[in-house]
């Protein structure tokens, strides 16, 4: 099972770090992080591979959003700086099917609960 925490209310240019633990598994999948505001399709935000920790992340994300893993506790991490009124969505973690990353919502093995991130001033 995976779970995501970590969403709120904040105002733009304000933080947020997202986690997102498994339960009854490892998690050292490739996994992602994923949106989906209201009226759009969900979307890939950033994907972290398993074999090297490689990091992918959307133009739109690039130098705000950082991903991170702790292994050991089988948590992934999703640091959001500099938050902009185009961000509020649901946010959700799930593993990818393979090794290798993927935005495409087809190729995710498993979906977690997702998390709510509001942005407004």
């Known amino acids: 099972q995976l779970q995501a925490f970590g969403g709120g209310l904040v105002q733009p240019g304000e933080s947020l770090r997202l986690s997102c633990v498994a339960s009854?598994?490892?998690?050292?999948?490739?996994v992602g992080w994923f949106r989906q505001a209201p009226g759009k399709e969900r979307e890939g935000v950033s994907c972290?591979?398993?074999?090297?920790?490689?990091?992918y992340y959307i133009d739109d994300t690039k130098g705000r959003f950082t991903m991170s893993r702790d292994k050991a506790k089988s948590t992934v991490y999703l640091q959001m700086n500099s938050l902009k009124p185009e961000d509020p969505a649901i946010y959700f973690c799930?593993?990818?099917?393979?090794?290798?990353?993927?935005?495409?919502?087809?190729?995710?093995?498993?979906w977690g609960q997702g998390t709510l991130v509001t942005v407004s001033s």
């Open positions: 009854r598994f490892t998690l050292d999948n490739t």
């Open positions: 799930a593993t990818i099917k393979g090794a290798y990353c993927s935005g495409d919502p087809h190729f995710v093995y498993r």
């Open positions: 972290m591979e398993t074999t090297d920790s490689t990091t």
